[in-house]
C-alpha cells in the first residue's frame, strides 16, 4: 500500500488521505430478509417447542452418518485384527526356522572344536573321546560318537538339537587328523 494510501485512525473514525472519513465504530449488517427471519423464527419454534418432524429429521440425518463412520473405523480395525492373527503363525515359523538354523549352525562349529581336540588327544596317546566330550556343551554330549582310527584321523559326531522335539535333524559330524606323537 503506497504512503499515501495508509488509512489513519483518529477517535474511532479512520480516514483515508485520498478518500473521505469512514465510521467504524457501527458494524455494516446487511439488510435482513424480512421472509427469511420469519421463516428462521417458525422452524426454531417448531424444533425448541414439540420436537416435530423437522427436528427428528436433523437428528435422524446425522445419525446415519455417524454409523457410517463407526462402521468405516471399525472395519479398519477389524481387518488389521484378522492379517495379525493369520501373520502371527507365519511369523512363529520363521523365527523358529530361524533358531533352528542357528542351532544346528552351532552344533557343526563344536563339532569341529570336539574332533580337532579328539584328534590331538589321540595323537598323544589320551582318551579321544572324553577329549570330545570336555569341548562340547551338555546338550551336545547325549549323542556323542567318537571313532577314532590308527592314522590319526578322528571322526566326532553329534545329534543336532531340535527347537520341536518332535522333529529328529539327524546328526553334525566332523573330522580331524592329527599325525600320532611318539615320545
Do not use: C, K
Amino acid at each position: 500500500m503506497p504512503p499515501s494510501a495508509r488509512p489513519a485512525v483518529t477517535g474511532g473514525v479512520t480516514r483515508l488521505r485520498s478518500a473521505q472519513p469512514i465510521d467504524t465504530t457501527r458494524t455494516a449488517r446487511p439488510a435482513a430478509n424480512p421472509a427469511r427471519l420469519a421463516r428462521a423464527v417458525r422452524e426454531s419454534r417448531a424444533v425448541r417447542g414439540s420436537r416435530g418432524a423437522r427436528a427428528t429429521r436433523a437428528v435422524g440425518a446425522a445419525r446415519p452418518a455417524r454409523a457410517a463412520r463407526l462402521r468405516s473405523t471399525g472395519g479398519a480395525a477389524g481387518q488389521a485384527s484378522v492379517e495379525l492373527v493369520v501373520l502371527l503363525p507365519v511369523i512363529v515359523v520363521v523365527l523358529a526356522a530361524a533358531y533352528q538354523a542357528l542351532i544346528a549352525g552351532q552344533a557343526v562349529w563344536e563339532a569341529r572344536v570336539a574332533a580337532r581336540a579328539a584328534a590331538r588327544a589321540h595323537a598323544f596317546g589320551a582318551d579321544a573321546a572324553a577329549a570330545a566330550r570336555s569341548h562340547l556343551r551338555p546338550a551336545l554330549e547325549r549323542g556323542l560318537r567318537v571313532r577314532a582310527g590308527e592314522d590319526g584321523d578322528v571322526r566326532v559326531s553329534v545329534r543336532i538339537p531340535a527347537v520341536l522335539p518332535a522333529i529328529r535333524l539327524g546328526r553334525a559330524s566332523a573330522t580331524s587328523h592329527f599325525r600320532p606323537q611318539s615320545g
